[in-house]
């Protein structure tokens, strides 16, 4: 009873714990499945063949226990007829047949035990089966859901570099934008600076370039002397 020890684990799988401890539920529910239709052919095997030595054994113990009536039935018509001494061999016949109805009964029972596990056993594989095969559809379709939020998340946490990076740029900007205005300051002062220095220089040439002409010169020195003032 060797398939009895192999799948004794089928009897106590825990489906929801293999699914948790699965990186793909998807991937893994299809191969369980597929392990489950394996087992499931082999434990039909199995209980096809009990099955079998079930009726086997069952026939046997009728039988013995038909020949055991018959041998009942024949001692006592042998008493009837008044043959005691095929009486008796009729009566040792059907002790023998007894001691054999025992080692029958008992392997009968072992048989029946036997086979109405391995049947427990297929309709559990068959249950099974069929429950992971309706959930099959509803797992993948989360795994996919989740695969998806997985990327939505990437690609969020993509655009809050990418903010973060457009953010120091703009950074970037309103300090050269500072600096710009700066510079402008800066030039605007000494090119004001220029023009003031310009502008003195400017009013100093213009003073002597409005110099007399010599007509006016000697007029100016005729009108002193005359004047008494020269």
């Known amino acids: 009873m ?3 020890k192999r799948f004794a684990d089928i009897m106590s799988a825990n489906f929801n714990a293999l699914l948790d401890r699965a990186e793909d539920p998807s991937k893994m529910i299809d191969e369980y499945i597929r392990d489950l239709n394996e087992d499931l052919a082999k434990v039909k095997t199995e209980t096809a063949t009990i099955m079998a030595e079930e009726a086997r054994c069952k026939r046997a113990v009728d039988e013995c226990s ?8 024949y001692a006592e018509k042998a008493i009837l007829a008044g043959n005691d001494e095929d009486a008796k061999q009729f009566l040792n016949k059907k002790a023998t047949l007894m001691e054999k109805q025992t080692g029958l009964m008992q392997a009968y029972t072992l048989a029946a035990d036997n086979a109405a596990k391995m049947k427990q056993m297929h309709d559990k594989l068959c249950k099974d ?3 992971l095969a309706a959930r099959r559809e509803t797992i993948k379709a989360k795994v996919q859901v989740a695969k998806t939020q997985e990327r939505v998340n990437k690609m969020r946490d ?5 903010d973060q990076a457009k953010a120091r740029m703009s950074k970037i900007d309103e300090m050269e934008a500072k600096a710009n205005r700066m510079l402008d300051e800066a030039n605007a002062v000494a090119e004001l600076q220029m023009r003031d220095t310009t502008g003195d220089m400017d009013s100093l040439m213009k003073k002597y370039e409005d110099t007399p002409t010599m007509a006016v010169e000697d007029e100016l020195a005729a009108l ?7």
């Open 2 to 4: 060797g398939i009895l």
């Open 158 to 162: 993509t655009m809050s570099s990418m």
């Open 224 to 230: 002193k002397a005359r004047l008494g003032r020269a």
């Open 129 to 131: 089966i069929a429950d």
């Open 66 to 73: 038909a020949e055991i009536s018959k041998m009942q039935t």
